[in-house]
């Protein structure tokens, strides 16, 4: 069984940066790909982006292309999202989980709220 914790969010003006990250407890890491998802009010969850257990990406909503980095380092058992240029359609509870995602490892999300 796997834990996760995410952090990071908070308030921001549109153009501003947010650092999320997700601490992991449990089985091992590393051997887990892993996804940062949000839900917007009234939407659906949904999945950002996604990387393998040896780091290499995928945007899967081209929406965060070139905005948006995820990252891991397997030896601090921590998954990262660094947001740029974030916007007011970004504000949502972003989580992270395992990649496909299981019910059963979702935390309690961090909120991440882009307005002026």
């Known amino acids: 069984q796997v834990q996760f914790v995410e952090s990071g969010g908070g308030l921001v003006q549109p153009g501003g940066s947010l650092r999320l990250s997700c601490a992991a407890s449990?089985?091992?890491?590393?051997?887990?790909?892993m996804g940062w998802y949000r839900q917007a009010p009234g939407k659906q969850r949904e999945l950002v982006a996604r990387?393998?257990?040896?780091?290499?990406?995928?945007y899967v909503d081209s929406s965060v292309k070139g905005r948006f980095t995820i990252s891991r380092d397997n030896a601090k058992n921590t998954v990262y999202l660094q947001m740029n240029s974030l916007r007011p359609e970004d504000t949502a509870i972003y989580y992270c989980?395992?990649?496909?995602?299981?019910?059963?490892?979702w935390g309690q999300g961090t909120q991440v709220t882009v307005s002026s």
């Open positions: 990387i393998t257990s040896g780091g290499v990406t995928n």
């Open positions: 449990g089985s091992p890491f590393s051997i887990y790909a």
């Open positions: 989980n395992i990649f496909p995602m299981s019910s059963n490892y």
